[in-house]
């Protein structure tokens, strides 16, 4: 709860003015108001459980309870006499369209402020999830409303069945701004951030990149190859589950299974797995945009080769050499799709 305030904070702060005011005066006061009903029915539930355990007499039982009873009825009456119409109101919000759509322009802001994919996919999931927890305790007090003997409540599971179509359509709408594959990507990683994840790292043009021996002690990466090739990618510096904060980002060493190295810029190819390099080769893999399912490699080692910080895996035309290999660019242009690839994790997939 705590990364999901932190989160929210950040990017209310952030996104633009007239967002802020739309979620602040419409939707404020039917989150406050569901979250306060959830409040106030537990703790009448909870003073059910503890007067069941006292040593009371039948008849002080009795009246106790039924004071009890009646004060839940009125604030399950209330419930259903209020909360469908705020969820309208807050899914309404949620799944807008148009070009100041609160989705679009969350996943847009988030992708600005995010360093990689991991960073991006978590802003974007904290800030929809303060809205879904409230949602989903909104439509729990209607199925404990509906089941009340003392409630009215005419629409009861029409409505309820309502609700959780539009809940589900809210992730939807969050999938389709945020990006399947950056999602299947970043919950594999956040499932386990401390390990390295394989992947396949394959090209616009239906290739991969392999690792090709050029000398005894010469490698550069082609993409020429149509078989997959399977690469890790290692959390550099390693991941401290303790103080882990996916919102700072997940920069990664790269190498290839089976060959020794990981992924540096340098040699007469202008990169190559460097058999002896210290993993401070550090990549951050973001998506080209919002929703986008390819993704660029952007070298960010604050310790080697400092002169390539900033720089951009892309592929070229290798001279004298069939096809293409990888190369760096300083700078990349959306249209040009040799600067960004598709990465498809391997092993254990994220169920979401």
């Known amino acids: 709860m705590q990364l999901i305030q932190s989160s929210l904070d950040d990017l209310t702060d952030t996104l633009s003015n007239g967002i802020i005011s739309i979620r602040l005066d419409t939707l404020n006061q039917p989150m406050a108001q569901i979250q306060a009903h959830y409040k106030t029915v537990a703790d009448i539930l909870d003073t059910a459980y503890d007067i069941a355990e006292r040593n009371l007499t039948e008849s002080e039982h009795e009246r106790q309870m039924g004071r009890l009873q009646q004060r839940l009825d009125d604030r399950l009456q209330a419930c259903a006499n209020n909360i469908p119409g705020w969820l309208t109101q807050i899914h309404n919000f949620l799944n807008a369209n148009g070009e100041r759509a609160f989705m679009r322009q969350l996943s847009q802001q ?5 360093p990689d994919l ?42 309820i069945d309502r609700h959780i ?31 390295p994840h394989p992947f396949f790292w394959e090209t616009n043009q239906d290739t991969y990149a392999a690792a090709e021996d050029v000398g005894a002690t010469q490698t550069r990466i082609s993409v020429n190859t149509r078989n997959p090739v399977e690469w890790r990618m290692d959390p550099w510096p390693p991941v401290n589950l303790e103080t882990f904060d996916p919102l700072r980002g997940y920069p990664v060493a790269l190498n290839q299974v089976g060959q020794r190295g990981i992924m540096c810029p340098g040699g007469r190819h202008g990169l190559a797995l460097e058999p002896f390099a210290r993993p401070t080769c550090t990549w951050s893999i ?67």
Request: proline share 4%.
């Open 110 to 114: 988030a992708w600005n402020e995010s």
């Open 286 to 352: 973001k998506p080209r945009e919002p929703g986008n399912n390819r993704y660029s490699f952007k070298f960010i080692s604050g310790l080697v080769r400092q002169a390539n910080n900033g720089y951009y895996m892309i592929t070229r035309p290798s001279a004298g050499v069939p096809g293409r290999i990888m190369s760096l660019l300083t700078r990349l242009h959306r249209e040009d799709g040799s600067h960004f690839f598709y990465v498809k994790p391997q092993g254990l997939a994220a169920t979401s």
């Open 165 to 195: 179509r539009q809940l589900l359509d809210q992730e939807r709408n969050f999938v389709r701004f945020i990006g399947n594959e950056t999602i299947r990507l970043a919950e594999t990683i956040l499932l386990d951030p401390s390990s």
């Open 118 to 159: 991991v960073a991006y996919y978590s802003r974007s999931k904290t800030v929809v999830l303060d809205y879904w927890i409230t949602v989903s305790k909104g439509i729990d007090l209607l199925q404990i409303a509906h089941g009340a003997q003392g409630v009215r409540f005419d629409e009861g599971q029409r409505a």
